[in-house]
């Protein structure tokens, strides 16, 4: 028989009443700051992801559409501005519109990276694509995009623009395990052995328990004939993952 503890209950009550007023808190001061600036695209940011904690799906698609909305003219209107001073020989106003505009881009990218979990949340994997796409349109130096398109492609079997993404990820985050991991699974589906067990050391390196990686890394060795590598990278993984079920590890190995 199972007992509940009143007082964790109580207590699990409390936070939870705790957590809902911060929230209703912070919504009512990004919605008023919306009243005073309308293309405000960091309170829209922060509404969405508000919302989405709630699950309110209609209102965070809303603020995500506005975010992105605000940022992409002010974008637009900065670079317009810089052009004109161009044309004036006002290079250093200029310059300061273009940077000026390549924040708003940067924010904007942002904006679609945190919209593509949105949609990723509901499922909706052509939304999640284009979300990203648009976020590496707006800064190809946003790391998470790249890897995250990458990991999409590579589920869709377009092993070579998956590769070229995760690589991107890579350049610009060398300390991502998760983009490490991904490529090694990529490498190996092009039997390039050798570097996908580079790729799965460097990931297990960067994280020393990723028994997902373990796995990836045993499945491997059991395809270079390395039975004995093989088992010893599946029990650790089992080790660290009690319970850890790979059918074919298991008949070889296991």
């Known amino acids: 028989m199972i007992r509940l503890n009143p007082q964790k209950i109580q207590k699990s009550k409390k936070q939870k009443k705790v957590k809902a007023n911060l929230t209703n808190n912070l919504k009512a001061h990004f919605l008023s700051a919306l ?9 829209h940011l922060q509404l969405a992801q508000l919302y989405q ?16 909305a605000s940022d992409s003219q002010q974008a637009l209107d900065l670079e317009n501005r810089g052009e004109e001073l ?9 310059k300061d519109q273009f940077m000026k505009a390549q924040e708003k881009k940067n924010h904007c990218a942002e904006v679609y990276y945190q919209q593509s979990i949105f949609f990723k ?12 796409e648009n976020s590496i349109k707006m800064n190809p130096s946003l790391s998470d995009s790249h890897r995250d398109l990458g990991i999409l492609l590579s589920n869709q079997n377009q092993l070579d623009e998956a590769r070229h993404h ?6 610009l985050d060398y300390a ?15 039997k390039d052995y050798e570097d996908a067990e580079q790729h799965f050391l460097s990931a297990m390196d960067i994280k020393p328990e990723f028994a997902v990686c373990m796995v990836e890394l045993a499945a ?7 039975k004995g590598e ?5 029990l650790q993984a089992k080790e660290i993952t009690p319970g850890l079920k790979h059918a074919v590890l298991d008949k070889a190995v296991g």
């Open 35 to 43: 009243k005073a600036n309308p293309d405000f695209s960091e309170a």
């Open 86 to 94: 161009l044309k004036k020989f006002q290079f250093q106003n200029a």
């Open 176 to 190: 991502d395990s998760s983009s490490h991991m991904h490529l090694g699974k990529i490498m190996a589906q092009m």
């Open 121 to 132: 949340n509901q499922n909706k994997t052509e939304a999640v694509q284009t979300s990203l």
């Open 53 to 68: 904690e709630e699950g309110d799906n209609k209102n965070t698609d809303h603020h995500f559409k506005y975010a992105i």
């Open 166 to 171: 995760l690589e991107k990820a890579l350049d």
């Open 220 to 226: 491997l060795k059991l395809k270079m004939k390395q």
């Open 230 to 234: 093989a088992k010893k990278y599946y």
